[in-house]
């Protein structure tokens, strides 16, 4: 899983995310939809990349 999860492209990752986060917010009828999705895809893909500089300092951790 974290071999997976290190190679998800973060850039792709958030297009994906706004997709989704835009389809959700607009279906529910949220005044301010694209800045919701805006805001909730850049906070999924900061701790996207949180999680990929984690498991690579792991990594580098067990190398030594």
Do not use: C, N, P
């Amino acid at each position: 899983m974290a071999d997976w999860i290190r190679s998800i492209s973060l850039w792709l990752a958030f297009i994906v995310l706004m997709v989704l986060h835009g389809a959700l917010y607009y279906s529910m009828g949220t005044t301010s939809w694209f800045w919701v999705t805006l805001m909730a895809s850049a906070v999924d893909t900061a701790v996207l990349a949180v999680i990929q500089f984690l498991l690579a300092a792991r990594d580098k951790q067990r190398e030594h």
